[in-house]
């Protein structure tokens, strides 16, 4: 009997976070177990090669080999540049006081 391996795939989309659980044979690999979700099928959107994917939040690629209850994630594409977002911050916040009013009321 070969020995098997349990593990989860994750997606998160906006309203709800879907999750498979899986058993799997030793020595499966992130992108099988993603096919053996199903989640492909009914998230279209999914793209493998431009998704980024996970390990329990550690970046992976898709022939990385899955340990039992490994927690497998695949990540949407970011809507906003973080370091864009924290430079917009920024300038508005020199325009702005503490309270949120603008820098010319007294």
């Known amino acids: 009997m070969a020995e098997t391996i349990h593990v989860e795939v994750v997606y998160a989309r906006p309203e709800r976070q879907e999750i498979a659980s ?4 030793f020595g499966s690999t ?11 099928v009914k998230h279209p959107e999914i793209d493998l090669a431009r998704n980024k994917l996970g390990i329990y939040a550690k970046l992976a690629k898709v022939d990385t080999a899955l340990r039992d209850r490994d927690r497998v994630e695949i990540y949407r594409p970011l809507i906003a540049d973080p370091k864009e977002v924290r430079k917009q911050r920024a300038a508005e916040g020199k325009t702005m006081k503490k309270g949120g009013g603008s820098a010319d009321e007294t």
């Open 22 to 25: 899986l058993d799997l044979p």
């Open 30 to 40: 992130v992108g099988q177990a993603i096919e053996a979700s199903g989640l492909l």
